[in-house]
């Protein structure tokens, strides 16, 4: 079965420096999702993309948190600085496409961890 | 936005019992509800999801219900293994924007 890949799968970094973490969905999924998961919480949106294009940022902190699918494949999400709060796992997920009642597959994640 | 919770925060029940899950929503245009199933340290994976046309779906052990007028839907299990032991999410999202807004979470623990 064809799954979302996500690196690293762990990341420690002090406050203030510059992370940055990557997703490859499953091919041909022209939906992609990053999620922020507290420890204790629910998965949160951060940015849903269309393709190349965001078609919701909403939730996204755009003053540190930056996100791109420059060819509507694989992305990433950059934050800079890294805050303590920042402490979460990032998941990113995929679907065939919006419009459609199509469920999400989930990738392993990444767990940051800012000290 | 949609605002989803779930109760109760923490299950525990004996193996071979059943358990049930509720969650309520909001948003009464939503009319997509999945729940999605998270072990320790692994991916959120979806176990079951209903849309608002249907009143019940079931998948073996596993079944889920929706009240679309009191905007509640909930998961039950029946005959639990310990293999059930779980965090389950539920999620509501309104059709055509496939935004999922999820709950808090349920651990589900099941005693051999």
């Known amino acids: 079965e064809a799954e979302v890949a996500q690196s690293p799968r762990y990341k420690i970094t002090e406050k203030s420096q510059a992370v940055a973490f990557w997703c490859d969905p499953i091919?041909?999924?022209?939906?992609l999702y990053w999620y922020r998961q507290i420890l204790g919480q629910g998965p949160e949106l951060l940015v849903q993309?269309?393709?190349?294009?965001?078609?919701?940022d909403s939730q996204l902190p755009k003053d540190r948190f930056s996100a791109e699918r420059l060819k509507g494949v694989d992305s990433t999400l950059k934050i800079q600085p890294a805050e303590l709060g920042d402490s979460a796992m990032y998941l990113c997920?995929?679907?065939?496409?919006?419009?459609?009642?199509?469920?999400?597959?989930f990738g392993n994640g990444t767990r940051l961890t800012v000290t | 936005g949609e605002n989803v919770e779930q109760h109760p925060s923490t299950l525990s029940v004996q193996e071979g019992d059943s358990a049930v899950i509720k969650c309520t929503y909001s948003?009464?245009?939503?009319?997509?509800f999945p729940w999605y199933k998270q072990e320790l340290g692994k991916r959120p994976q979806l176990i079951i999801d209903?849309?608002?046309?249907?009143g019940e779906k079931k998948d073996q052990r596993i079944a889920v219900t929706l009240n679309k007028t009191a905007k509640h839907f909930s998961l039950h299990i029946t005959e639990t293994q310990p293999e059930d032991s779980a965090v389950y999410f539920c999620?509501?999202?309104?059709?055509?924007?496939?935004?999922?807004?999820f709950g808090k979470g349920n651990q589900v623990v099941v005693i051999p």
């Open positions: 948003d009464s245009a939503s009319n997509y």
């Open positions: 993309f269309q393709d190349e294009s965001v078609v919701d």
């Open positions: 091919s041909g999924h022209a939906t």
């Open positions: 997920a995929s679907s065939p496409g919006t419009g459609q009642l199509q469920p999400l597959h």
């Open positions: 999620a509501a999202s309104i059709y055509g924007n496939n935004r999922l807004a």
């Open positions: 209903i849309r608002s046309n249907v």
